[in-house]
Nanobody
Framework: QLQASGGGLVQAGGSLRLSCVDSRRTFSNNAVGWFRQAPGKEREFVASISWNGGRTNYADSLKGRFTISRDRVKNTVYLQMDSLKPEDTATYYC?????????????????WGQGTQVTVSS
């Protein structure tokens, strides 16, 4: 249902743009977002965006470097990642939320997409 892409290997300081396409229109009027999970760590919130794009939320540590956006016509959510650091290395997962405003926690996720690997080399 949710197909993520755009991951890869990048040097520290570089950029990547992740995309997640909703083939079954589960996004509809729900918030969508991104989470990530590094090896040996718990999955954590990255960013979310409300149903109409009017409200965005970011993990405090990522503000200013990551930007989330969505295209409702294309049923796609994007994550622009700039100034990448080695600690950003993780598998990134897109998600569709239960509410229209945000996805603050893992329990607020209704659907998960498959992950896309991001590796940042130093």
């Amino acid at each position: 249902q949710l197909q993520a892409s755009g991951g890869g290997l990048v040097q520290a300081g570089g950029s990547l743009r992740l995309s997640c396409v909703d083939s079954r229109r589960t996004f509809s009027n729900n918030a969508v977002g991104w989470f990530r999970q590094a090896p040996g760590k718990e999955r954590e919130f990255v960013a979310s965006i409300s149903w109409n794009g009017g409200r965005t939320n970011y993990a405090d540590s990522l503000k200013g470097r990551f930007t989330i956006s969505r295209d409702r016509v294309k049923n796609t959510v994007y994550l622009q990642m700039d100034s990448l650091k080695p600690e950003d290395t993780a598998t990134y997962y897109c998600a569709s939320g239960r509410s229209s405003l945000g996805i603050p926690t893992l329990s607020d996720v209704r659907y998960w997409g498959q992950g896309t690997q991001v590796t940042v080399s130093s």
